[in-house]
């Protein structure tokens, strides 16, 4: 256990999917306060359950995408915990691959509004309160796919907001450093989550996603939540502005 993360107050977005819930799990494990933030109040009650420590944990149903549901979170998280020391930006949306010349101004607007404007949203609420504390630790979460483009796979706009991310990341650990105030992003590649599970069920095609990888399987959701409790560690104290790539070898290729 990462004894440097006990009693921090952690914030987790998106906190009712694979990845969340993983991240959310694990930082309470490290003893940290975790505030679970998502849309959708029945999965982050399971998510709280499966934690089983009411007094350290508050779900949060909050729509990151409009402000003064993130401005209303933040201060129920305030209220409860008196303080925030880390944000995970982890709340995202994939859309159908579909080709960039089809896709509508609705579906654009969606993958937008989520993935980058959601990220800005809750990034901007926190700021101050780390700003005031001299001190604090946001993670974002983006893709492999917010590094390059899968020939086969047309996932431009999701692509785009993930890109987004990995500047939005650099830009605020550079702004916001003087205040010691750290920002990294994490890349990773395929994970399993209910998304793909339907791929993973064809034997076939499963081995071939596979046997892409030089580690040969599928990344899992806590091999990012992994990731996530190192950048939030004392261990991580030097290092920000930075990407970290959860691929499984797949980018080295």
Known sequence: MNMSLRGKVAIVTGAGGGVGKATSKRLAQEGCRVVLIGRDRS???????????????????????????????VEQTISAYDTVDILVNN??????????????????????STNLIGTFQTTKAILPIMIQKKGGNIINISSLLGVRAIPNVPLSVYGVTKAGVIMLTKSIAVEYGPYNIRCNCIVPSTIRS???????????????????FPLRRIGSPEDISGAVSYLCSEDSNWITGTTLTVDGGLSAR
């Open 91 to 112: 709340a995202g949306i994939l859309n159908d691959p579909t080709p960039f010349h089809m896709m509508t101004e609705e579906q654009w607007s969606s993958l937008l």
């Open 194 to 212: 209910p998304i793909i599970e339907p791929y993973l069920q064809d034997e076939k095609a499963r081995s071939v996603l596979e046997s892409s």
């Open 43 to 73: 999965k982050l009650a399971k998510v709280a359950a499966e934690i089983k420590d009411n007094k350290n944990t508050l779900p949060i149903s909050a729509d990151i995408t409009k402000e003064a549901e993130v401005l209303s979170a």
